[in-house]
């Protein structure tokens, strides 16, 4: 998971720039990279990247060819080449194969209208400095969090609270899961998934089910790094293991308990082993998961 944060001036005048390391400095946690800032005229921002797709080429923030349109991003979009494809032929210029540049030249492209088109998780801020433009958007479920506070004309956004309450914010407000922020203000739309009715029998369901749990595996395996699946040994977990396991040779399953005989490494430890993949189970004494839990309090 990565870590981002943006201050930004709605009035058109350079922002606090000071405040971006400051709130980096308290998400440490996140990313597995040094952390990464960069600027428009309007604003400044940071990421404390975790690299996945494209490890290499994928340093934010991200600019458009001209270098005055930029995104910060955390998540992961599953549809990023098709999307490429499209962009490309529009007449945009990609220089990498990283998700997170997808945001930016589609923002370009197609403004809001970008986000019924993403398939993922995501929590994104863009910095528009030519319309003088700040637009935040995430998930339709909320995977991916982003709070903001507005002071005056000065917009700040971060991935945690407590990132904004080290700058003494103290108006903090969550962009809402389906939604997007245009200058401050909040959408009335919003991207939820909505229900279709359809009849069909209940093999074609069970078909239908397979495939798009298979679809759905695939698409967020896009990755050449090794892939850990949580399994509990329950229905859900296994299947998705299972499905892991015919995209990618690097799988490992992982549980968490108490001792070997704890019901969900007990169960997943026979799932593993039915699948023959590697097992690592994660042991923690009941006393030590109490004294974690104030801690636990503090990172929030």
């Known amino acids: 998971m990565c870590g981002i944060t943006v201050s930004a001036s709605l009035n058109g005048k350079p922002a ?41 080429h994928g340093r ?16 992961e979009i599953y549809n990023h080449r098709r999307l490429a494809t499209e962009l490309i032929r529009a007449g945009h210029r990609l220089s990498s194969a990283c998700d997170t540049e997808i945001l930016v030249h589609g923002y370009e492209e197609w403004g809001a ?38 002071r005056g004309d000065e917009l700040l956004f971060a991935s945690e609270m407590k990132a904004l309450l080290r700058t003494g914010a103290v108006d903090i407000r969550a962009v809402p899961p389906g939604g997007f922020l245009d200058n401050g203000c909040e959408s009335a739309r919003q991207y939820l998934p909505r229900p ?15 495939r798009r749990l298979r679809d759905s595996v695939r698409s967020m395996l896009d990755t050449e790094l090794p892939v850990a699946v949580l399994c509990s040994g329950g229905i859900d977990s296994s299947a998705v293991l299972f499905e892991a396991t015919q995209t990618s040779a690097k799988v490992t399953a992982y549980a968490i308990g108490t001792s070997m005989e704890s019901p969900d490494v ?35």
């Open 16 to 56: 606090n720039r000071l405040l971006v390391p400051i709130m980096l400095s308290q998400m440490m946690g996140r990313g597995d990279c040094l952390p990464e800032t960069g600027e428009v005229l309007m604003g400044a921002m940071g990421c404390n990247r975790l690299a996945i797709v494209d490890a290499e």
């Open 60 to 75: 934010q923030p991200v600019f458009n060819e001209r270098g005055d349109v930029a995104v910060v991003y955390n998540g």
């Open 113 to 150: 209208d970008l986000l019924p088109r993403l398939q993922g998780m995501y929590a994104f801020v863009v910095l528009d400095q030519p319309r003088r433009r700040i637009f935040a958007a995430r998930d339709p479920f909320g995977i991916k969090p982003l709070y903001y506070s507005r």
């Open 196 to 210: 279709a009715e359809i009849q069909i029998s209940v093999d074609d369901a069970k078909k239908k089910l397979r």
């Open 266 to 300: 007990a169960a997943a430890l026979s799932v593993a082993e039915f699948l023959g993949v590697p097992f690592r189970p994660v042991l923690v004494e009941e006393a030590a998961l109490l004294r974690s839990v104030p801690e636990v309090r503090r990172c929030k």
